[in-house]
């Protein structure tokens, strides 16, 4: 469940694919919503080096995935506390952008052990699918 984002093949180019294959098809889908994988993606795109280190800022990522400032800001809190980004360097004021690091996790909020298809069966039990209603012959 929680694999560690790794260098994975000789070239940058087989590595950055192996990457990307990881970050959509294990964890995409488990975020709650597509603007946390549109910034996500985003994120993806523009990390460097083998470790996926990014730096920017919640307005730069706001305008690129065209999510509110205030909604990235609280996207990336969300990731960060279920462990998917990792703040590696904290801001030093003014001017100063944070450096944070993809780590390859799946997103799952601490405490929640529902997954995708529990959460599915969960919805239909409460919300029942409607019955055929059979009315009797006159």
């Known amino acids: 469940m929680h694999k560690k984002l790794e ?3 000789k070239r940058r ?3 950055r694919w192996q990457q990307g294959q990881m970050i959509f098809e294990e964890i995409a889908p488990t975020l709650p919503s597509p603007s946390y994988v549109a910034v996500l993606a985003y994120c993806w795109f523009r990390a460097r080096n083998r470790d996926c280190i990014f730096s920017e800022s919640s307005e730069q990522i706001s305008q690129a995935t065209k999510v509110s400032v205030r909604h990235v800001k609280r ?3 969300d990731l960060e506390s279920a462990g ?3 703040l590696t360097e904290a801001s030093r004021g ?3 952008v944070c450096r944070r690091r993809i780590t390859g996790n799946t997103y799952s909020i601490k405490g929640d052990t529902t997954s995708p298809q529990s959460h599915e069966e969960r919805v239909t039990s409460c919300h029942p699918s409607p019955q055929k209603r059979v009315t009797p012959c006159p």
């Open 7 to 9: 260098p994975a093949g």
């Open 13 to 15: 180019n087989e590595m």
């Open 75 to 77: 996207i990336l809190g």
């Open 84 to 86: 998917v980004i990792v």
């Open 94 to 96: 003014r001017g100063s």
